[in-house]
């Protein structure tokens, strides 16, 4: 009875002590995390105050950042660089996320502008090149894939594929997951009225926000697929360099879109105001709106994420010149 007891105390204890160390890389916690716990047993007793806790939080992550080559100078400089694109990569996936969001909130903005000449000179201005650079920033975005795939086939053809096989089942099970959810979805909006499909039925509108939800999971699942796999990729000097060029031009890209977007959003808050807000039409609507807020916000922060990578990138890349 005793030992069980033991056994079980033991067994809270580790699990406290594994919950403390989560924040750190494997590698870190294998090589310090024994010393890090006997120093907060001997100081708190093995209850660390908050404050503490988070200072273990904040630390473990900025130890993540520079064991994926994020950030610090450890890191040998080309995996600073290919860090550097897979920022961009991350943030695309979120931009792309974004975007999906703005497109479905601005269906149809033609019909709320006035009819008179010039009018429609801004909006539709702005959401077209907003769809020409997306469309360019989704060619160099596959142009990179393709520049990695004989990496990537190397990769898998030396075993490469435990590596990446938890990833990638998830990845396709939630892509299965969305693919059922699809297809009745699509049914069921056939036999909808476009009012219905616009707000009027709300059920409908819960059931399309879950399927969002769905495909931005899918998403995320297939972009930590690809980071888990790049990270792995055996690139030369030039393919990495390509890489780095067609990762700053999609940085670019997403800062053109964020400025167009801008421009849309002015130009309807000026000449259609109502429509940004679901206000009756000849009504005094406003120009914000929770839903445009928070996808420009998410635009705006994934164009942020890019240019750090950008950045990154180009300096590890003058250092791994200059080595």
């Known amino acids: 009875m005793t030992g069980t007891k033991g056994s079980t105390t033991a067994g809270a204890r580790r699990s406290h002590e594994d919950a403390l160390l989560r924040w750190y890389p494997p590698a870190w916690r294998a090589r310090y995390g024994d010393e890090l716990i006997t120093v907060i047993d001997d100081e708190y007793g093995g209850r660390p105050p908050p404050r503490v806790r988070l200072g273990l939080v904040t630390g473990g992550l900025r130890e993540r950042a520079r064991h994926a080559a994020i950030a610090g100078d450890s890191a040998p400089p080309a995996d600073g660089v290919r860090a550097g694109v897979l920022m961009v990569?991350?943030?695309?996936s979120a931009f792309v996320v974004a975007g999906a969001s703005f497109a479905k909130f601005s269906e149809h903005f033609d019909e709320a502008l006035p009819h008179r000449m010039g009018a429609h000179h801004i909006p539709d201005?702005?959401?077209?090149?907003?769809?020409?650079?997306?469309?360019?920033?989704?060619?160099?975005?596959?142009?990179?894939?393709?520049?990695?795939?004989?990496?990537?086939?190397?990769?898998?053809?030396?075993?490469?594929?435990?590596?990446?096989r938890g990833h990638s089942l998830r990845a396709l099970a939630c892509t299965a997951v969305t693919i059922a959810f699809t297809v009745p979805l699509v049914v069921w909006a056939h036999h909808l009225t476009?009012?219905?499909?616009?707000?009027?039925?709300?059920?409908?509108?819960?059931?399309?926000?879950?399927?969002?939800?769905?495909?931005?999971?899918?998403?995320?699942?297939?972009?930590?697929?690809?980071?888990?796999?790049?990270?792995?990729?055996?690139?030369?000097?030039?393919?990495?360099?390509?890489?780095?060029?067609?990762?700053?031009?999609?940085?670019?890209?997403?800062?053109?879109?964020?400025?167009?977007?801008?421009?849309?959003?002015?130009?309807?808050?000026?000449?259609?105001?109502?429509?940004?807000?679901?206000?009756?039409a000849g009504a005094p609507g406003s120009p914000w709106d929770v839903w445009l807020v928070a996808s420009v916000a998410l635009m705006v922060t994934a164009a942020g994420v890019a240019a750090v990578g950008v950045v990154r990138g180009a300096r590890m890349w003058l250092r791994m010149g200059a080595s």
Request: charged share 5%.
């Open 194 to 280: 476009a009012h219905q499909r616009n707000g009027g039925l709300h059920w409908y509108g819960a059931v399309l926000v879950l399927w969002a939800v769905l495909l931005a999971i899918t998403l995320t699942l297939w972009t930590v697929v690809a980071v888990a796999a790049a990270r792995r990729l055996e690139l030369s000097a030039a393919v990495l360099k390509a890489e780095a060029t067609l990762g700053a031009a999609v940085a670019v890209a997403m800062v053109v879109m964020v400025g167009a977007t801008a421009t849309w959003w002015g130009g309807m808050a000026n000449d259609a105001p109502s429509f940004l807000n679901a206000s009756p």
């Open 125 to 164: 201005l702005a959401f077209t090149a907003l769809q020409t650079v997306s469309g360019v920033a989704s060619v160099l975005v596959i142009a990179g894939a393709l520049l990695a795939a004989p990496a990537f086939t190397r990769f898998l053809q030396a075993g490469g594929w435990s590596s990446v």
């Open 89 to 92: 990569l991350v943030a695309w």
